[in-house]
């Protein structure tokens, strides 16, 4: 079987087993309890939060939050930072639910505020020039953009929206969902001065349920949950020691070094241009055309074919693909490609096909040969239907 829908979830790495099993049971001590078993547990956690810190650019300072997923980094960030003093709130059209329904219920608490999305670019990037003129009104508080899109793979410009906040808006907190983006995308916090970026463990070779927030000032959050005053007293309860070393055995694999980036690109050419090869010259392919796009992430849209049934075709011959992402999946259309200004068939028709630091340039070949029968299959089924 091929797995290409690693920007769902991607397996847990071996070594993580190792270490899940290594901290739930022999090294079971809470980090919390006195005695040096448990205070070894707790500096094993400091020592993945530095290690964070490193892959990030940013220095240790108690600054990373582990929570039990991104969505409830992503949620701590935004509910633990809005006042009811905050005017204006901005977000992109394009984040993830974990963001998108968190801003939506915004006004639900706080009906005065004024929420802005900012709307997307046909390359999948956010309109700089709309967050341009919306931070020029000078009421912006909190800002949230995504760093890569789940859907698209397109890079947001961090520069480009960290010298906007400072030119315009330098009160204002900037929170980028780095989901898609840690350990994948080279990333500096600390030249770009970031407040707040998510993470996720299980979008790496970690495990599912863990998820972490690097906040420049943690003081400035209010917690979201209280208990035993667990993670600097802003997200109490018992920390989730087997996951989060499990996390760190997985970040030891990863790696942002341009050698690898390099190879994920070749991945991404290689199956768009075997695609186009491979496929029926009639039928229309659309990819996104933007420099900028993470090599772990295609999305593509096969016209006129719908994407589910192409999606329920590979599964029977071994590939696994998603139509969008996963937590989109039970929803028709598909709210960021429509913002993008794809038309309904297009969007219909959309694919996405997500890659992992551990895909093979021979699974590469293999799922690329499948899905372009699949789509031929489909095209002649059809064709044959319409005479
Ligand atoms: N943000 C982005 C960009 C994602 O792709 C995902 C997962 O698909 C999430 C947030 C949510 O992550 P988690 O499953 O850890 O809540």
Redesign the pocket.
């Known amino acids: 079987m091929i797995f290409f829908d690693n920007?769902?979830t991607t397996k847990l790495c071996d070594e993580a087993v190792d270490s899940l099993i290594k901290y739930s049971v022999q090294k079971f001590y809470n980090p919390s309890s006195k005695y040096k078993e448990g205070v070894e547990n707790f500096n094993a956690i400091q020592n993945v939060k530095k290690y964070i810190c490193e892959i990030l650019g940013v220095e240790f300072k108690n600054n990373i939050i582990f929570t039990g997923?991104?969505?409830?980094a992503?949620n701590l960030a935004i509910m633990g930072s809005v006042r009811s003093s905050f005017k204006k709130m901005l977000f992109s059209a394009g984040e993830?639910p974990?963001?998108y329904n968190t801003a939506l219920n915004l006004k639900t608490k706080y009906p005065n505020l004024t929420i802005e999305f900012v709307n997307l670019q046909k390359n999948g990037e956010i309109n700089y020039l709309e967050l341009e003129n919306l931070l020029k009104t000078g009421d912006v508080d909190f800002i949230s953009i995504?760093h890569?899109?789940?859907e698209t793979g397109a890079i947001n410009n961090l520069e480009r929206i960290s010298q906007l906040r400072k030119k315009y808006a330098p009160n204002a907190i900037l929170h980028i969902?780095g989901?898609?983006g840690f350990g994948k995308i080279p990333t500096n916090l600390q030249k770009l001065d970031i407040d707040f970026y998510?993470l996720?463990?299980?979008?790496l070779h970690g495990p599912?349920g863990l998820?972490a927030l690097y906040c420049k000032n943690p003081s400035k959050l209010l917690p979201q949950i209280w208990g035993g005053g667990q993670e600097y007293n802003i997200r109490s309860g018992t920390e989730n020691l087997a996951s989060i070393m499990a996390f760190k055995s997985a970040l030891d694999l990863i790696d942002t070094t341009s050698q690898t980036y390099e190879r994920l690109k070749n991945f991404a050419n290689i199956f768009k241009t075997n695609l186009r090869i491979l496929v029926n010259k009639n039928q229309k392919l659309k990819f996104i055309e933007n420099e900028n796009l993470s090599p772990y992430i295609i999305s593509l849209s096969v016209v006129g074919l719908k994407g589910e049934t192409l999606l329920y075709m590979c599964d029977e011959k071994g590939l696994l693909i998603s139509t969008g992402?996963?937590?989109s999946s039970k929803k028709s259309g598909n709210r960021v490609l429509e913002n993008m200004g794809y038309s309904k068939e297009e969007v219909e028709g959309s694919l996405r096909i997500s890659f992992s630091i551990k895909t093979t340039l021979n699974e590469v070949n293999q799922g690329c040969e499948i899905l372009a029968n699949c789509i031929n299959e489909l095209y002649e089924k059809i064709k044959n239907k319409r005479r």
Request: proline share 0%; net charge neutral.
């Open positions: 920007a769902s997923s991104a969505t409830e992503s993830h974990s963001v995504m890569v899109s789940n969902d989901v898609q998510t996720s463990a299980h979008k599912k998820g992402s996963a937590c």
